[in-house]
């Protein structure tokens, strides 16, 4: 897993050689890009012979957004990943998710050389609504608003050799984990302890951010966070790496496969990985 995570990396850095001017500047030093993903599948069989689910309905929404801000040395950069999704079928009770994150970035930095800038960031990282584990036949829940959620703040120091390519890094930086939804907590989950609503954790932090557009209709966006928490366990770095690729076949339709790969050992002690391929209405922002 550190071989793929580290070419992962590798990859990131390498496409910077490529990288191409992606965002139009605005007035009054903001700009912003972004897409809009809406996309809706349903089926329907009736005396069927090959069997399979009478009626299916699924309905899913993703939103990539960056709006920046400079004024002299100044920069304000804001990134918003938000996406939810749902499934029906004549065999479910409910809906069932598919898709849920509300994950929010925001950096403030001062350039202090061509290159380099002193920078605070905040991160904000959760779901909207419950989650269950559907592989039993009582859909227990395991996760909920805020349950977990992490918020994390850090200082340090943002390479940014052009538009499309961020390397930010950091030393010292502060995370709290939160067990917000009360049927967790009389127990121990997330690595919040058992009675416990919060945990912080005091690490290293590093986040690599590319965005690319490779033609006017296809435009790639990738992410890699690391995190090692220097009061407990500081080799089981965490990791999270998002892929989002678009690819547009006229002003209205088009596509996302999102590709996403996380590793917490206090969640779970294995791979997550996630990925969602979706065609349907697609607006550039």
């Not at 965002?23 to 912003?32: L, P």
């Not at 960056?66 to 918003?80: A, D, E, I, M, P």
Request: proline share 2%; with cysteine; glycine share 6%.
């Amino acid at each position: 897993m550190k071989k793929l995570f580290l070419a992962a990396a590798c990859y990131l850095l390498a496409t910077n050689l490529f990288a191409q001017e992606a965002k139009k500047e605005e007035k009054d030093g903001w700009s912003k890009f972004g897409t809009f993903t809406l996309t809706v599948n349903q089926g329907s069989l009736k005396n069927w012979a090959a069997g399979g689910e009478q009626n299916t309905l699924g309905v899913a929404s993703v939103l990539n957004l960056t709006v920046n801000h400079k004024k002299g040395k100044y920069n304000w950069n804001n990134y918003f990943d938000l996406g939810l999704g749902f499934q029906d079928a004549t065999s479910f009770n409910r809906f069932r998710k598919v898709d849920d994150r509300i994950d929010i970035t925001s950096k403030y930095g001062y350039q202090f050389h061509k290159k380099w800038y002193a920078t605070l960031l905040l991160n904000v990282n959760t779901q909207t609504l419950p989650g269950y584990d559907y592989s039993d036949s009582l859909n227990t829940k395991i996760s909920n608003f805020f349950t977990p959620g992490k918020i994390l703040l850090s200082a340090g120091l943002d390479y940014r050799p052009n538009e499309q390519l961020s390397i930010f890094i950091s030393p010292a930086s502060i995370k709290w984990v939160f067990k917000a939804d009360k049927d967790f907590y009389p127990i121990d989950k997330f690595g919040v302890a058992a009675y416990h609503k919060s945990y912080s954790e005091i690490g290293a932090y590093a986040t690599i951010k590319y965005n690319h557009s490779f033609t006017k209709w296809s435009a790639y966006t990738g992410r890699l966070d690391l995190f090692s928490n220097y009061k407990r366990n500081p080799q089981n770095v965490d990791v999270l790496f998002t892929n989002l690729l678009t690819l547009k076949f006229n002003k209205w339709l088009g596509s996302t496969i999102s590709l996403d790969m996380i590793y917490d050992d206090d969640i779970l002690k294995k791979l997550q990985v996630k990925e969602i391929f979706g065609l349907g209405i697609t607006l550039k922002i």
